[in-house]
């Protein structure tokens, strides 16, 4: 089997199952004082500073959650209700505004409309993209002169379908100069590029997309930055997100963190992979198309598209011959649809209909890029010699 995938989930690493193997055997509760309450304590710590090293954070700026989508809402809403609490002393410190690019993962879209309903006086905008799916930083500008109150922005810190690296530094100094909040969206780019969370006020990541656990992930909040928990019980985490804490979970993604500590020869063995595949498949079939080609993309991530062989059936196809791939984003119940990225990129919705996605990771080898290239050319020698049979029986 050949898995090009990962940017759905990599597979678990082998330093992830031993750590989580390890913390299943301690029977205690982070929470409790005795000996074995202070073992799964100090797992929970450990964990903490691996997380916050790959991000460029403090340790005690990490919340452990349940995934990266939850991270999202945290922060949103979070941000939103915590701005509430500086309202007495200064109006300009309320969210009004909110914007979120028009390539953003769903579960920062999704949320961000849903703010407006919790609380009325915010305004929710998009931000549009340039052709090669890179923010417009001047609609941005404009877009912060514009109101009152205070703005949160929300942009990745590269896309997880085309792997389009997005210009953190150039937003976070216009949202600073406008006072505005930034939340970034680093699930896609945790050990894939170097992160700098001094940039942004909140910062999300996901376990799964790194090699460890799916199910768990973490929201990094900076140092005065407004948050209020959205789940409340117990007090865990200084009271920012209730609920005795995932032990296995958050040990596998301390291990997955901690083993992209070093990770440039990683990404350069990756950034080859890559290179590789588009270079075959390009030779192979001339008319494919790699979107963003030319421009800076993470090192493990090719969307493209073969004219004329639609997603669904390359999919299906390439299954069979054992190479897994996606056709974009994988958090849509397994549904095969057009990418909103590349529609706001402006691709013609026939030609998105074709894309589909390659991503590489640490488990990945030459022999998958071979394999998949292989998989595709037969994929549309088929598709051609159905559609002329086609023509000849018409």
């Known amino acids: 089997m050949h898995y090009l995938d990962h940017n759905a989930t990599s597979p678990l690493r082998p330093e992830s199952l031993s750590a989580m193997t390890h913390a299943l055997t301690i029977s205690g509760n982070p929470s409790s004082v005795h000996a074995n309450g202070r073992a799964a304590r100090a797992i929970v710590e450990e964990a903490r500073e691996r997380v916050a090293a790959l991000a460029g954070a403090r340790a005690e700026q990490v ?8 991270s999202n809402n945290l922060a949103l809403f979070g941000a939103a209700e915590g701005s509430l609490a500086d309202d007495s002393k200064s109006e300009t410190r309320r969210i009004t505004r909110v914007f979120v690019s028009t390539i953003e993962h769903n579960s920062v879209l999704v949320a961000a409309g849903r703010l407006a309903e919790r609380f009325p006086w915010i305004r ?90 799916q199910g768990v992930g973490a929201l990094i909040v900076a140092d005065g930055a407004p948050l209020v928990p959205q789940l409340v019980g117990g007090g865990q985490q200084k ?46 079939i001339p008319e494919a198309i790699v979107f963003g080609e030319g421009f800076k993309r993470l ?43 590349l529609v706001a990129m402006g691709v013609d919705e026939a030609l998105a209909s074709c894309a589909l996605r390659a991503s590489f990771g640490w488990s990945s080898t030459m022999n998958d890029v071979t394999a998949a290239v292989a998989s595709l050319v037969k994929l549309r020698e088929r598709v051609r010699a159905h559609s002329s049979n086609g023509k000849e029986a018409a």
């Open 63 to 70: 919340i452990f959650t349940s995934g990266a989508t939850e």
């Open 124 to 213: 929710v905008a998009t931000l549009p993209v340039t052709a090669n799916g890179v923010i417009d930083l001047e609609a941005l500008r404009v877009a912060l002169r514009e109101g009152k109150g205070r703005a949160l922005v929300a942009i990745m810190a590269a896309n997880n379908e085309t792997g389009m690296v997005q210009p953190v530094a150039e937003i976070s100094q216009l949202a600073r100069e406008a006072g505005a909040l930034l939340l970034v969206d680093a699930v896609p780019a945790a050990g894939k590029m170097l992160l700098d969370f001094s940039f942004c006020d909140y910062m999300t990541l996901s376990a799964h997309k790194l090699g460890g656990p």
């Open 299 to 341: 090192c493990s991530t090719t969307c493209f598209a073969v004219p004329g062989v639609t997603a669904e059936t390359a999919l299906i196809g390439m299954d069979l011959d054992g190479v897994m791939m996606s056709s974009g984003s994988t958090c849509s119940s397994g549904k095969v649809a057009v990418s909103h990225v």
């Open 239 to 284: 009271g920012l997100r209730a609920g005795t804490e995932n032990l296995s979970g958050i040990a596998g993604f301390g291990a997955a963190a901690h083993s992209l500590r070093d990770a440039e020869g990683e990404r350069a063995r990756l950034a080859h992979l890559t290179d590789h595949f588009e270079l075959a498949l390009k030779r192979a």
